[in-house]
Each structure stands twice: as C-alpha cells, then as structure tokens.
C-alpha cells in the first residue's frame, strides 16, 4: 500500500529548541517526497522537495531510501515557524498531481 | 499572477442531493488537482485533470466526478451526498508539465461542503 505516516499529531517546542517532524512512507515505485505547510490562516503551500536539496526557512530533510523516511529538522525553531506541516509523495518525474498526504503534524512554538 | 480561486467557499446541502464545486486554475496552468480534506482521514486526492482530461483518480466512489474546461477551469461534482462527505475540498493547479520544479502545486483556499 502506498502511504505517508506522521507519528506525530503535534509537536511543541520552545524558541530556539531544534525540531524534527517525522515522516515515514510505503511506496512501490519510485517516489518524490514533499514537504507542505500551511500557516494559520493561509493556503497549503510547498515548503521543500527531495530533489532540490535546498533549505528554505532554516528547513532541511534528507530523504533515506533505506528507513523510507524524509524526516524535516531546523536546527533552531522560530515562533513564526507555528504551523501544520505535510509530507507529501507521489511518483518520481511525474506530474505531482496526486499527491499522497500525510496527516499532518501541528507545531507549535512557544517563546 | 491571481492565485487559485474556489467558488463557492462555503456550501450547506442536505443528504440526497448533489452539488457542483467550481475551480479557477492560476492563468497558464493546465493541471488542476482536487483533494478531500477530513479531520479523520485527512488530505485525500480525488482525481487529476490535465488538458480536459482525467489523467489520474484516487480511490473515491463514481458519487464523484469532475471535468475541465478548455480554459482549464475545473468542476468536481459529488452526487446523492452522504453525511461522510462533509469536508473541505482543496483543488490545486500547476503547469501539469512531467517532473521538474514547473509542477509544484498551487491551492486554493478550499470549499468547506457541509452536508445536513
């Protein structure tokens, strides 16, 4: 079965603590892995991608084929960084238009 | 550039009868996505048109539908509702290209269906 799991329903940290938010999958193909985030108030948007191996807002994940886990860090977490995070997957090279979504993990922090 | 627009954004139907929800795609972009969203089952994806055609569908009854438009506009239509159905729906448009950061993923703000 194709899937994404997120252990964690929240997570609540203090200002400048590091975060992790996992993510684990099952996917029979090749995958492309996604981070969303939606902040209160706003539409869902892409945060990262697997293959760009970039970091936006201090955020990175490494995807590890072999734990089938693309787990997202910030070494120290702001208070603007509050929101519901999205891990994402579809098939690699596709259209990315059916994307298989976690059911998200709410952080939370607090100054 | 306008982002996704969603009509209506808010719905309130009684079980038994149908309803059609209308997606604005951002201008250029040929694939539009939409997704159920529940607080039990979360982001669900619904179906994937791309150039008026279904190009992918997730696992959802034939209860729901869609099209698109030539001007990539796109309805999803849900009928004899079920009180299970009640959720936001997210639809989301991008180039629709295959691969590459060209298809990332816009959202619109969503329809919240409430079915009575």
């Known amino acids: 079965a194709q899937r994404v799991t997120q252990p964690e329903k929240l997570l609540s940290v203090f200002k400048g603590a590091p975060v992790e938010l996992k993510c684990n999958y099952s996917?029979?193909?090749?995958?492309?892995l996604f981070w969303y985030v939606q902040y209160s108030r706003q539409r869902l948007q892409l945060l990262l991608r697997?293959?760009s191996r970039e970091s936006i807002k201090g955020f990175t994940a490494d995807l590890n084929k072999g734990e089938t886990s693309f787990h997202l860090k910030k070494p120290f977490a702001q208070e603007e960084d509050s929101a519901m995070y999205y891990c994402?997957?579809?098939?690699?090279?596709?259209?990315?238009?059916?994307?298989?979504f976690g059911k998200g993990t709410k952080l939370s922090v607090k100054p | 550039k306008a982002g996704v627009t969603q009509t209506p954004r808010y719905l309130i139907k009684t079980r038994g009868q149908q309803v059609t929800l209308s997606c604005s795609p951002i201008?250029?972009?040929?694939?539009v996505s939409w997704y159920q969203q529940t607080p039990g089952q979360g982001l669900q994806f619904l179906f994937e048109?791309?150039?008026?055609?279904?190009?992918n569908k997730g696992n959802f009854p034939g209860r729901f539908s869609g099209r698109q438009f030539s001007n990539s506009r796109s309805e999803m239509n849900v009928s004899t509702l079920e009180l299970g159905d009640s959720a936001l729906y997210l639809c989301?448009?991008?180039?629709?290209?295959?691969?590459?950061?060209?298809?990332?993923?816009?959202f619109g703000p969503g329809t919240r269906l409430t079915v009575l």
């Open positions: 989301a448009s991008s180039a629709g290209l295959a691969g590459g950061r060209a298809n990332e993923q816009f």
């Open positions: 994402a997957l579809t098939n690699y090279g596709g259209s990315q238009g059916n994307l298989i």
């Open positions: 697997h293959i």
């Open positions: 201008s250029g972009h040929r694939s």
């Open positions: 048109y791309f150039s008026e055609t279904q190009r």
């Open positions: 996917y029979s193909g090749s995958p492309e």
